[in-house]
């Protein structure tokens, strides 16, 4: 999927309302381009209404740090606001008045060229454009980016038919290895929160999680299993996770802004930042991390002064989670449950997380109108070398294997890999096992006459006489056709060709003096 990514930054030598935008990522080469602009103060006068007319909804000063200018009154004259703003005309007006002048501030030039370009070369590949925004400036994080729109009546980019919105930072730790999911594994955590009845906010959260949709055909989803903590203590939680069982992280509790990524309240007197929520994240493989919580997306705040990458969700890409998703606010009960059920049930058929984002926004939006800010609070932020995909269709077949020896399983039917040299065994299940040098596969052998993708293990099922039989078949995709099995004539190399496997034969991968493996199955 074609992808731009657009950076915006203040110039802090020339002023302090100058800024730079420019293209950091995009799929053509003529695409990086950058112009300079001034921030304009009607900008700084729409927001500070939007602020007041959503005061619910809005307890920071988040106006940006910028020079005195004279404000005049707003151009919406043929609209006043009555005295129910957030349910009027004016409210819709002012939503879309904010988007539209964030749109021409931004999208100007040669960064509007790039934009219709890049839409284009999407759809020419019958795609969509994965548009990525990182906003460099710590005053500028809490503004509504996800309400962007051209011109009236057109769709704001988070609501995009064309479109995948999010946002991201390029001053990023490398993603860690990432597993092949066929299923949703959600751990689902609830801190402290003085308005919530726990036992219950859980029992709702479990099944909006993990109940199965509503009509349609249940079998395109994917399976969803939920492990819920109540309240646990730091240690807990981290015990929890080392298991290694769970691609996503679900939060729902007591927040605040802090410096270190914000506070997480697990207990009433106990508290967790988003660095230490970090390392254990990425150390034990969760790729999306959600928090229902306020200020989520929001950066932590010094005498009226935003904080440099303070915000939870900035601090846990930054260390190297593929995908946070946080609210720029705060998010009324019922809001959220629609939220998270139209999400999930987008992750569990298979969308990638800014797609699934992007339809459980436009289910906010119809359900609570989009002159009111629920479907504008999540905000999205992903990993830039993160492609945004949770889990795999099971007719994609990847395998995931363990990094270290395993136990026998008594199953009635085991097929394995087994390092003659080392002694460590991999089990294959139904479906594909990769074979290569780059962690990208599912055995990684880190030699350097192996190939990045050097071979494949498949199983084929075949049914004679109401007998169901497996056959395991390895087929070779090296470079200059490397792969080896021994046969009783020696050593005989595979060319690019597939052949069946049997228990007990030997195979060599990349070099022919390399390790020797071997394929071993048990029937029981």
């Not at 950076?7 to 003529?30: C, E, H, M, Q």
């Not at 709702?204 to 949709?213: C, E, K, R, V, Y």
Request: charged share 20%; with cysteine.
């Amino acid at each position: 999927m074609p992808s731009l990514n657009l950076a915006i930054a203040r110039l802090l030598n020339t002023g302090t309302d100058n800024f730079a935008i420019w293209v950091v990522k995009a799929p053509y080469p003529s695409g990086y381009v950058l112009r300079d602009c001034v921030w304009p103060v009607e900008l700084t006068q729409v927001w500070q209404e939007w602020q007041q007319m959503f005061a619910d909804h809005s307890h920071l000063d988040t106006s940006p740090n910028l020079t005195s200018q004279k404000i005049n009154p707003l151009p919406i004259d043929s609209i006043s606001p009555p005295s129910s703003q957030t349910t009027s005309p004016y409210s819709s007006r002012l939503m879309q008045y904010l988007g539209m002048n964030l749109w021409r501030w931004v999208f100007d030039g040669q960064i509007l060229g790039s934009l219709e370009r890049s839409r284009g070369i999407a759809m020419g590949q019958h795609t969509r454009l994965r548009f990525r925004l990182e906003i460099r400036d710590p005053d500028l994080i809490a503004f509504p980016w996800e309400i962007m729109q051209r011109e009236p009546g057109q769709s704001a980019m988070s609501l995009s038919p064309d479109l995948l919105f999010s946002r991201t930072s390029t001053e990023v730790d490398p993603l860690p290895y990432l597993r092949t999911d066929q299923a949703l594994s959600i751990l689902l955590v609830l801190g402290h929160d003085q308005n919530l009845q726990l036992k219950q906010e859980a029992a709702i959260l479990q099944q909006t999680l993990a109940d199965p949709p509503v009509g349609g055909n249940s079998q395109i989803y994917a399976p969803c299993t939920v492990n819920q903590l109540i309240q646990p203590t730091p240690q807990e939680l981290i015990q929890e996770l080392e298991t290694k069982a769970y691609n996503v992280f679900f939060y729902a509790g007591h927040g605040l802004p802090d410096p270190d990524g914000g506070l997480l309240f697990l207990q009433p007197e106990c508290a967790l930042n988003g660095i230490e929520l970090a390392q254990v994240l990425t150390r034990t493989g969760v790729k999306l991390a959600v928090f229902n919580a306020c200020w989520g997306a929001q950066p932590a705040f010094s005498n009226h002064q935003a904080i440099a990458a303070s915000s939870l969700a900035e601090v846990l890409i930054r260390h190297g989670v593929p995908a946070v998703l946080g609210m720029r606010d705060k998010i009324a009960d019922h809001e959220s449950h629609s939220f998270i059920q139209a999400f999930t049930e987008a992750l569990r058929s298979h969308k990638p997380i800014d797609e699934a984002v992007a339809l459980a926004r436009q289910e906010l939006l119809t359900l609570y109108k989009f002159n009111q800010p629920a479907w504008t609070l999540p905000v999205l932020y992903l990993h830039p070398d993160f492609n945004g995909e949770l889990i795999k269709a099971v007719d994609e077949g990847i395998t995931e294997l363990p990094d270290t020896a395993i136990p026998d399983i008594g199953s009635p039917f085991t097929a394995s890999l087994r390092s003659l040299s080392s002694g460590k065994t991999w089990l294959l299940r139904y479906g594909v096992t990769r074979i290569g040098r780059t962690k990208d596969n599912d055995i990684v052998i880190p030699e350097p006459s192996v190939s990045k993708r050097h071979a494949e293990i498949f199983c084929r099922n075949t049914l004679t006489d109401a007998t169901l039989m497996r056959t395991y078949y390895l087929q070779d995709f090296s470079t200059y056709g490397t792969t080896w099995f021994l046969s009783p004539n020696g050593w005989q190399q595979i060319l690019r060709e597939e052949v069946p496997l049997k228990s007990g034969m030997q195979l060599k991968f990349g070099s022919a003096r390399g390790d020797i493996w071997e394929f071993i199955i048990k029937d029981s």
